[in-house]
């Protein structure tokens, strides 16, 4: 969901999932409004399907790797390479966005699916399990949505727990961020599609663009662009009850 409230300095501040702020902004920008109204889209097989693929990943990282406690003296040590367990670093991004002669905070909170740091480079690595991953042989590049996910990943501060108290984030020394998004076929596991980029300034000049927009669309002071693809409404989950669908 996205909630807004108000600062004591009168600027507002708006908190969201990065899922639901990638959604919305790699894939349909009109989720925003349902998000706002506190509307969950319904859970569909290929929901329910893709969270146990996910928690199968974990379960057999667990099972036939031994990952020890990474302590603070570790993280902070550039020339050490580093390995979190699958599915156990919760992250935060915090930005301030400048608007007219005001700004608005902007909190994305998140779990990504596995964070490293290997040879001075920080890796986060996002695993999907779509339902056609035919789809996926021809194209050079994840969706937007993806990439969004692991771009805010790469520039959050990360913890072991899903405290937000400011003392239990950390952020990892690196030199070069890069970001992996594996492509995986639910019912073998097998993989299908490995995408992996670094973060340019393309990258971030893109980020900051769907920030910004997430942020005045969320406030109602920009009205959300439709994508105009009859394809994407039908399969979207809030297809049935949405009055903005094609």
Not at 18 to 32: L, N, P, R, W, Y
Not at 44 to 62: L, M, P, R, V
Not at 85 to 105: D, M, W
Request: with cysteine.
């Amino acid at each position: 969901m996205i909630q807004i409230r108000e600062l004591s300095d009168g600027n507002p501040f708006i908190v969201s999932s990065v899922t639901d702020f990638s959604d919305s902004m790699g894939f349909c920008e009109f989720k925003i409004k349902h998000l706002l109204r506190g509307i969950k889209p319904p859970q569909t097989n290929i929901t329910i399907e893709g969270t146990a693929s996910h928690e199968k990943e974990a379960q057999y990282e667990k099972e036939h790797f031994k990952f020890v406690p990474v302590t603070s003296e570790e993280v902070a040590d550039l020339t050490r390479d580093i390995e979190f367990a699958r599915e156990s670093v919760f992250t935060r991004f915090l930005t301030k966005i400048p608007f007219g002669e005001k700004s608005v905070t902007l909190l994305l909170i998140g779990q990504s699916d596995k964070v490293l740091r290997s040879k001075k480079l920080l890796v986060v690595e996002d695993t999907k399990f779509p339902q056609n991953v035919a789809k996926y042989a021809e194209l050079s590049k994840p969706f937007d949505d993806q990439i969004l996910q692991t771009l805010l990943y790469l520039n959050s501060q990360f913890s072991i727990t899903e405290s937000m108290n400011p003392k239990d984030w950390f952020t990892i020394p690196h030199e070069e961020k890069i970001w992996i998004v594996h492509i995986k076929d639910k019912l073998t596991g097998q993989s299908v599609k490995v995408f992996k980029g670094s973060e340019t300034e393309e990258a971030k000049d893109f980020l900051y663009c769907k920030l910004s927009k997430f942020a005045l669309i969320s406030l109602g002071i920009q009205e959300p662009d439709h994508h105009n693809s009859t394809r994407k409404c039908q399969s979207c989950r809030y297809f049935s009850d949405c009055e903005y669908k094609v």
